[in-house]
């Protein structure tokens, strides 16, 4: 039987789950190409991407000097809330019910932090007038309005619209919106996405210490998560336990998801770092991936016998990844002395624990006589599981053996 002859070369490339893999993260800066150490905005655009209140227009350009929009600042203000939950209706036909910012913009008006252009029409791509934006903060926090004293300094106080005279005062004696060095605070001029920025800076400090939400941490996690900030996402899970929102398993398995993310883009010590804490959690799959870690020295110093014995530490956990690993260990004589018994019998607990490189193992081993005494029936049975599991790693090489294995 060619097909199965094969077999002893390709079975010792049946490979354990290896590390889910990652660089080595360098201290965070602002992936903006066009906000630098020198621009007076540095602090700013750098406070709301840390706080994500604000996105960049790309990944690499923040567009300082673009205008900001009546949904850029809904959204802004919507994260800074913690992501709040809202019953409202979407009542605007130009807020797309897919629009990334749909729930910022009905959160807003329903909470009274924003109103529409018309009863119909939010203008979410509209730039934004600074005198609204004080309109937003007052209203953001309930803030009691004084008068329009603070105005009267300025030249151009008398353009300052009735609803937000006094939205503005408070805003400037609050230091949130500055006035110009020709004596004017610009009430009807459009506010850059630097300046809203810099606005934000000031103004975040005067909304208190907000409890935590879970969909709050977890919109922000997947934020931080899209835009690889591994450990970022890691500390909103960590927030959520900390808040009662999961408990201790569950926190494993997202530093898991998240360990994995990071393999993803590459980032081997934060990965690293994730599995360990997650493996700590008594996370199975953590401990059978920093095993892979181990074999193969990404993140960590290459360690056979530490893999090894991580593996054997995962099967007992019960992960079926986790046993045929072992048996891939002592296929190849990783961490022990090669012993084809030994790693048959790992395979065929896998296959029996439901690992479909376990069956596939397992079926090729019998069909070979390979570390136990050749038995077709036993391999065309754990073969045919191989192919039923809907697993197509070894599809080809299972359907080849099974050909072979009808006409003996």
Not at 167 to 174: D, I, P, R, Y
Not at 176 to 185: A, C, E, Y
Not at 234 to 251: H, N, P, T, V, Y
Not at 315 to 332: D, I, R, T
């Amino acid at each position: 039987m060619n097909a199965v002859k094969k077999l002893s070369t390709l079975l010792l490339a049946l490979t354990a789950a290896l590390c889910l893999t990652a660089a080595a993260s360098a201290a965070e800066k602002l992936p903006y190409a066009d906000v630098t150490e020198k621009n007076w905005l540095y602090d700013a655009v750098s406070f709301v991407t840390e706080e994500d209140l604000m996105d960049g227009l790309t990944e690499t350009a923040f567009g300082p000097s673009r205008n900001l929009t009546r949904q850029m600042l809904a959204e802004a203000l919507y994260r800074l809330a913690g992501f709040p939950e809202t019953a409202a209706e979407n009542p605007f036909t130009d807020v797309a019910d897919n629009a990334a910012y749909k729930d910022a913009v009905v959160w807003a008006y329903g909470a009274g932090v924003v109103n529409g252009l018309t009863e119909t029409t939010f203008g979410p791509d509209a730039s934004i007038e600074r005198q609204d934006i004080a309109a937003m903060l007052a209203r953001f926090l309930d803030a009691a309005l004084s008068g329009e004293e603070g105005l009267d300094a300025f030249k151009d106080a008398a353009a300052v619209r009735g609803y937000a005279k006094g939205a503005l005062s408070w805003a400037v004696a609050n230091g949130l919106i500055q006035g110009n060095p020709d004596g004017t605070v610009n009430p009807r001029g459009n506010a850059t996405r630097a300046q809203a920025a810099a606005i934000l800076q000031r103004f975040a400090p005067m909304t208190g210490d907000r409890e935590p939400t879970q969909t709050g941490l977890q919109r922000s996690a997947e934020r931080a998560i899209a835009k690889q900030q591994y450990q970022t996402a890691a500390d909103c899970f960590r927030k959520m336990e900390e808040a009662g929102f999961i408990g201790g398993s569950e926190l494993g398995q997202r530093l898991f998801d998240t360990a994995y993310a990071a393999s993803q883009t590459e980032a081997y010590t934060v990965c690293v770092e994730l599995l360990e804490e997650a493996a700590d959690l008594e996370n199975a799959a953590a401990v059978n991936e920093l095993g892979g870690c181990y074999l193969t020295g990404r993140g960590v110093k290459k360690d056979e016998e530490k893999a090894l014995e991580l593996y054997k530490k995962a099967a007992e956990m019960e992960s079926p990844s986790a046993l045929y690993n072992v048996g891939v260990c002592y296929a190849y004589g990783y961490g022990a002395e090669a012993d084809e018994a030994a790693a048959f019998q790992w395979f065929q607990k896998a296959a029996e624990a439901g690992s479909p490189s376990g069956m596939f193992a397992a079926g090729s081993w019998y069909a070979e006589g390979k570390g136990v005494k050749a038995d077709e029936e036993q391999a065309r049975a754990w073969l045919e599981k191989y192919a039923a599991s809907g697993n197509s790693i070894w599809s080809e090489q299972a359907q080849a053996i099974l050909e072979e294995l009808e006409a003996a």
